[in-house]
T-cell receptor
Framework: GEDVEQSLFLSVREGDSSVINCTYT??????LYWYKQEPGAGLQLLTY?????DMKQDQRLTVLLNKKDKHLSLRIADTQTGDSAIYFC?????????????FGSGTQLTVLP | DSGVTQTPKHLITATGQRVTLRCSPR?????VYWYQQSLDQGLQFLIH???????AKGNILERFSAQQFPDLHSELNLSSLELGDSALYFC?????????????FGPGTRLTVT
């Protein structure tokens, strides 16, 4: 089955690192994604990782994938107030010739000054 | 800016009415996806079109329908609207099959049914 779970809230101090966690259930997932949604806006693709990778780094963002435990995390280094948003993780399931995304419920990140 | 455009940005209508939401994908993208985002249901996949053909259906009500035109823009039609249809409706686009599948989202249409 397809199910993606995330904790609902995370608060951090400005300058600290944030770690947002996600678990997924479908072992056939080949790509996993992180999206950011600011208030009143659409979802912005931050990064994605292929399932044969353990880690991907992109500037302040580090994605870690533990395929055995079906656990994905997004680390934001030096978190800034502009990082306050909802972060969604999504898994990609192949459906015929298409690729469908299943999203988690989102984690509301609040960055405190 | 993702390159995906949606119109209108806001829509207020009454129960029982019908509305059409429009989406233009990023240049070169052949796949268009529609999602509904509400507080109680989260982000729900509705339907996927690729190069004019329906490819997959998610949690889309029978009162809702969509199509993708030869110029690749897409429309989502919502009819017999109910209060519970009030939500944000997003369109996303991607290149198509055989890729990493990342989807780029438009800014959304906020639908309010009164």
């Amino acid at each position: 089955g397809e199910d993606v779970e995330q904790s609902l809230f995370l608060s951090v101090r400005e300058g600290d690192s944030s770690v947002i966690n996600c678990t997924y259930t479908d072992s056939s997932s080949t790509y996993l994604y992180w999206y950011k949604q600011e208030p009143g806006a659409g979802l912005q693709l931050l990064t994605y990782i292929f399932s044969n990778m353990d880690m991907k780094q992109d500037q302040r963002l580090t994605v870690l994938l533990n395929k055995k435990d079906k656990h994905l995390s997004l680390r934001i280094a030096d978190t800034q107030t502009g990082d306050s948003a909802i972060y969604f993780c999504a898994e990609s399931i192949s459906s015929g010739s298409a690729r469908q995304l299943t999203f988690g419920s989102g984690t509301q990140l609040t960055v405190l000054p | 800016d993702s390159g995906v455009t949606q119109t209108p940005k806001h829509l207020i209508t009454a129960t029982g009415q019908r509305v059409t939401l429009r989406c233009s994908p990023r240049s070169g993208d052949l796949s268009v996806y529609w999602y509904q985002q509400s507080l109680d249901q989260g982000l729900q996949f509705l339907i996927h079109y690729y190069n004019g053909e329906e490819r997959a259906k998610g949690n889309i009500l029978e009162r809702f329908s969509a199509q993708q035109f030869p110029d690749l823009h897409s429309e989502l039609n919502l009819s017999s609207l109910e209060l519970g249809d009030s939500a944000l409706y997003f369109c996303a686009s991607s290149v198509g099959p055989g890729t990493s599948g990342e989807q780029y989202f438009g800014p959304g249409t906020r639908l309010t049914v009164t």
